[in-house]
């Protein structure tokens, strides 16, 4: 079993920065794939990016190229979601998921995910 604990949330303005933590214990998550997802009222769970651990390449969708940035500490069993310029339409749950590396790339699909976080609040107001 793999457990994470996501924070750093909480209520900024738009152009602001915030860091997301997904701190993961249990089991090693050297084989696995770490996901961020957000999910905003009434919208399905989306895909934000996700880092292989083994390798640290990193996935990250159009809509947050550029912006958003995932990184690994391999010290402290971290995952981190670096946001900068954040706008209104971010506003969401971000949620943190891990699934084992068996696929050529970071896989989008949230349903693959065997493991999650409790997820933290982030509200980007205009």
């Known amino acids: 079993q793999v457990q994470l604990a996501e924070s750093g949330g909480g209520l900024v303005q738009a152009g602001d920065s915030l860091r997301l933590s997904c701190a993961a214990s249990?089991?090693?998550?050297?084989?696995?794939?770490m996901a961020w997802f957000r999910q905003a009222p009434g919208k399905e769970r989306e895909f934000v990016g996700g880092?292989?651990?083994?390798?640290?390449?990193?996935r990250v969708l159009d809509p947050v190229k550029g912006r958003f940035t995932i990184f690994r500490d391999n010290a402290k069993n971290t995952v981190y979601l670096q946001m900068n310029s954040l706008k209104p339409e971010d506003t969401a749950v971000y949620y943190c998921?891990?699934?084992?590396?068996?696929?050529?790339?970071?896989?989008?699909?949230?349903?693959?995910?065997?493991?999650w976080g409790q997820g933290t609040q982030v509200t980007v107001s205009s």
């Open positions: 998921a891990a699934r084992k590396s068996n696929t050529r790339v970071v896989i989008a699909t949230a349903m693959t995910y065997d493991y």
């Open positions: 880092i292989r651990w083994s390798t640290g390449n990193t």
């Open positions: 249990g089991r090693t998550v050297s084989s696995h794939d």
